[in-house]
């Protein structure tokens, strides 16, 4: 400390935080804050929460998926068993299969309202089960690193990567350069009018230990168990 010498603070560090850690190796140690005031700082940065940066059609444009996928109304329970938990489907849910060779083992389900909402037949009458999602996230090419709270917990974004956004919801996550431009293209309709929420899958909600490099958004998709289910109740 008495020649001047500091660990780099990371530019996505919060600036109220960034100052705290600042203050506190002071190289003056009178100036330096006492334990009170640090408890007090930090109690008053983890109320605040991490610094939003809001995606709008102004800071950010609107993506859709490129992938198709095959999908079924099913009058039957079907068991998901994923690396991160385990999911069961309700009767006339639908069920949703990738439809290419990355994407191809990727299962899950969708209640029908909500699928209805939010795919559109994608086969043009050859194939009835081939189905486009229609719905958008905002998007935006990052140019630092970044630290987000996302429905998964804290996460940090590599500069370069993209920030997502659910127009509607509002939550955000991100997702590395390689995967969001090999998953997303730019929507021809720049316009929110069109924009119809995001569908609730029927998935667990992952807890802390599932939350270790198993995101289904930044790990990579794992092969899934899927059985039928005759009589659950």
Not at 93 to 100: L, P, R, T, W
Not at 205 to 219: D, F, H, L, Q, Y
Not at 223 to 229: D, G, I, Y
């Amino acid at each position: 400390l008495m020649e001047d010498a500091r660990p780099e603070v990371p530019d996505f560090v919060p600036k109220p935080l960034r100052k705290l850690i600042e203050d506190c190796w002071n190289k003056d140690a009178k100036s330096r804050p006492m334990f009170p005031d640090v408890i007090k700082r930090l109690k008053a940065i983890i109320e605040d929460g991490l610094p939003r940066e809001v995606l709008s059609l102004e800071n950010a444009k609107l993506y859709q998926k490129k992938s198709l996928v095959y999908a079924f109304k099913s009058k039957d329970k079907f068991v998901f068993q994923k690396v991160w938990g385990r999911s069961v489907s309700n009767p006339n849910d639908y069920v949703i299969f990738g439809s290419d060779s990355k994407n191809g083992r990727d299962v899950y389900t969708c209640a029908a309202d909500r699928f209805e909402a939010t795919y559109k037949q994608a086969g043009e009458g050859k194939s009835p089960h081939l189905y486009r999602k229609i719905t958008k996230i905002l998007a935006r090419k990052m140019d630092n690193d970044y630290l987000l709270e996302t429905l998964e917990g804290l996460e940090k974004g590599e500069a370069g990567s993209y920030l997502a956004q659910n127009p509607a919801k509002l939550e955000q996550w991100p997702i590395d350069e390689k995967t969001f431009e090999e998953t997303y293209e730019l929507c021809a309709d720049q316009s929110l009018q069109t924009f119809d929420t995001d569908s609730k899958m029927n998935l667990p909600t992952p807890s802390n230990n599932m939350r270790k490099g198993a995101s289904a958004k930044s790990s990579g998709r794992k092969s899934v168990k899927l059985a039928r289910v005759e009589d659950e109740e």
